[in-house]
Structures are given as structure tokens and as C-alpha cells.
């Protein structure tokens, strides 16, 4: 590959970042991308492999004796535009004040913590464009039964930079209400299901289960005390269980829909679980779309090749060149910044960009938004929707 993601390697040199380095890794390969995709730099050889033309982030990694390393590379980095993410080590307060040099005092900031890995790697690909930075989560529940544990939820996975839907804080009013939730469910990147007692026997929650299921969407499944987990044909094969205990709660009280919460403890892992599970679902959803597309597009005739960078791209006889970029929820203009995608652009005169997209339980208001844009500006990049794959295949030539 001519482009490659550069990970740049800044101040003290400790374990953390071989944890880091090795999760990074595992996530590009979850994402079905080249291991080869990634050029990991450290601090002493950035001046002969640093490439300012291509994508780079980097990791400055504090010191606990307050001894800082590499101020000049992180100065030329920062003056390049390069987004740095300084991590500290330290408990105490002023731990970051005392590791991280003044130069990054503006940096958002992040404690190292061994679960943390899991966030920290996210946080690279997310800088990289190879995992979508929203960070959607639905919480599905009853409210009879464990409205306390959703608000609880609700205020740790927003805590935890996450943009978090609840039915009963996230739909304004006069909003319609189902259409909005379904719509929302499509746009997250991860269920959180507390699988109470009586969930199943109501309609709407059973509704969301199999919503889910048909959207693909992975499922972290809270399984209350002594409430057997059980496994339902949609979409169980992405549901990721976690049997819940008594002692999990505070005071031991689960079955108080008022008064129930989840001790911290239980509260981290969960945070981590939702973590772990969301690179791993946008990947299994970006390639069913995938191949959906390309098994209409063989229907029709077309010939189009899925590249390393998980798009796909068509040759025309008239010259001109397509790219397909698989598109997750509601479409993002940001799906066409990649490196590679650029590059492409660079390569060929006569190029243009469809972002294919599932629409689904998308509400008609964003449909006829994107349809609008779509006959309103630039020709060159456009959305285009899965129930129109075969026919615009078809007339497209």
C-alpha cells in the first residue's frame, strides 16, 4: 500500500504501549483490514519515516517523574496539524499536570488503565476514519422493571463520551415517538438490552429485540438475578450476554424499577464490554452491506471489485470511475475522507463517490433530506439507498 495510517510513538517508553500497539492491531484485523494498513513509528525515527502527506496520529505517553522526552518532534507534529493524545499514568491529583509536558496542556487527555486499552485503540481509529467517531448507544428496557438501572446507564455511558439514547430523555416533544426510536436504533452503534424478568412479554421491547436483529446491530444483554438468558432466533448470534447477580447491586436490590443500581464495579465492566463489542459490530454490519451490494451488482452484470480498504470500486466503459463506500446508519460526509479514498481521487479525473447506506427504519425526514442533497449539489458524491441498489445498478451505465 502507497498510504498508511502512521502511529507515532512519543514519550516515555513503557509496557502500556505494547498493550496499546497489540490492540490496535487486533481491531484492524477485527475491521477485516491489512495488518500492512499500519506504520507504527517510534519518537527516534519520525524525522527519516514521517510522511506529512499521509494520515497520522499520535500517542505521548507521560512520565510519573515528571521527565519529559521528545518536545521537539511533539512541537513539529503539532505545528503539521497532527492530533496527539497524551496519556498519564498517575491516580494522584495533578498526576497529568506533573507527567504530561506543557506543550500538550490543551490536549484532551486520557488515564491509563489496563481496561482502558480497548477506548485508547477506538480513539486511533476513530482519528484514522476506519471506525466512525459517533459513538451511538440505545438502551432498550421496561420501564416497569428497570427504569432506575437505564437512568444509571444512561448517565455513565454519556459520562464515558457517548452519545446515548433513552426513550424517556432523548425524544423531544411533539416528536413522533416510534418512528424516532427505530430511527435512532439504526443509527447506534451498540444495544444495551437489560434483559428483566417480564422484557420479553411486552410487545414493544420484543420489537426492539427483533429490530435489532434485522439491522445487525450487536447487543450487550444485561441478564437480571436468576432470569435465564435466553436466546432468540433474530439476532442472537450478536447478542453478548452478561448474568447479572444479586450482589452486582447495591444493597442487593434488583427488582425495584425506582430504586435499583448497579455497583461501580459492575458499571466499568459493562462500559468496557460496549467498548469491546462496538468495533467489532460496525465491522460485521459495514460487511454484510458489502456484500449485499456486490451480490446485486453480479444480478445485474456489474463488475465491482472490494478493496483492501473495505470499499468497492467499478471501472465504466465510458472511462469513468465509481466508489462505493459502505455507509453505517444515517450517511456522513466524513466517510469520504480516508486516505485512500483521496488518493483515488488524486488518480483518476472522472471519479465519483456513492455512499451505500441501509434505509431501513430510517425516518422520512432524513430519506427526503438526503434525496434533496442528492439533486441539489454536487453530482460527484452522492447517497444511495439499499432498496435502490438493483435499479439504479440496472440503469446505470
Known sequence: ????????????????????????????????????????????????????????????????????????ITSKLLKDGTMILPIYFGNEEGAFSKEIPCILANQNAIPYKYKEVDRIANIVLEAFELL??????????????????????????????????????????????????WHRMTDC?????????????????????????????????????NHEIKKIDVGSHISYPIQLKDFDFVSNIYNNKDQSKLVDGVIKDILIEVESVRARNLAA????????????????????????????????????KIIYIPTIGIPQSTSCQ????????????????????????????WLNHLDWLN???KKDIQTLKKQEFKSWLENKK
Not at 25 to 39: A, F, M, T
Not at 164 to 178: A, N, W
Not at 291 to 309: D, L, M, S, Y
Not at 339 to 364: C, G, N, P, T, W
Open 338 to 365: 480516508s486516505a485512500e479514498i483521496r488518493h483515488e481521487f488524486e488518480k483518476h479525473k472522472d471519479i465519483s463517490i456513492r455512499l451505500i447506506y441501509d434505509d431501513l427504519r430510517i425516518r422520512d425526514k
Open 285 to 320: 454490519r459495514q460487511d454484510n452491506l458489502i456484500t449485499e451490494f456486490k451480490n446485486i451488482a453480479h444480478q445485474c452484470g456489474r463488475e465491482v471489485t472490494v478493496q483492501p480498504e473495505k470499499f468497492l470500486t467499478e471501472e465504466l466503459p465510458s472511462g469513468q
Open 189 to 225: 452503534d451498540v444495544i444495551v438490552l437489560l434483559n428483566t424478568p417480564k422484557f420479553l412479554e411486552s410487545h414493544w421491547c420484543k420489537e426492539e429485540f427483533a429490530e435489532a436483529g434485522t439491522k445487525q446491530i450487536g447487543i450487550v444483554q444485561l441478564v437480571w438475578p
Open 132 to 181: 466512525r467517531n459517533t459513538r451511538k448507544i440505545f438502551i432498550s428496557y421496561k420501564r416497569s422493571e428497570s427504569t432506575s438501572v437505564a437512568i444509571q446507564l444512561f448517565e455513565a455511558l454519556e459520562s464515558y463520551g457517548y452519545d446515548v439514547f433513552l426513550d424517556t430523555h432523548s425524544i423531544r416533544k411533539g416528536e413522533p415517538f416510534q418512528d424516532e426510536l
Open 1 to 72: 500500500m502507497k498510504y498508511k495510517y502512521q502511529l507515532i510513538l512519543l514519550g516515555t517508553e513503557n509496557n502500556a504501549i505494547t498493550e496499546i500497539c497489540q490492540k490496535v492491531n487486533e481491531k484492524i484485523k477485527e475491521l477485516g483490514l491489512p495488518e500492512s494498513i499500519l506504520k507504527i513509528i517510534q519518537a527516534n525515527d519520525v524525522q527519516k519515516e514521517y510522511e506529512g502527506n499521509q494520515p497520522a496520529f499520535a500517542l505521548y505517553l507521560g512520565n510519573q517523574d515528571g521527565v519529559h522526552e521528545h518536545l521537539d
Open 375 to 377: 439533486n441539489n449539489f
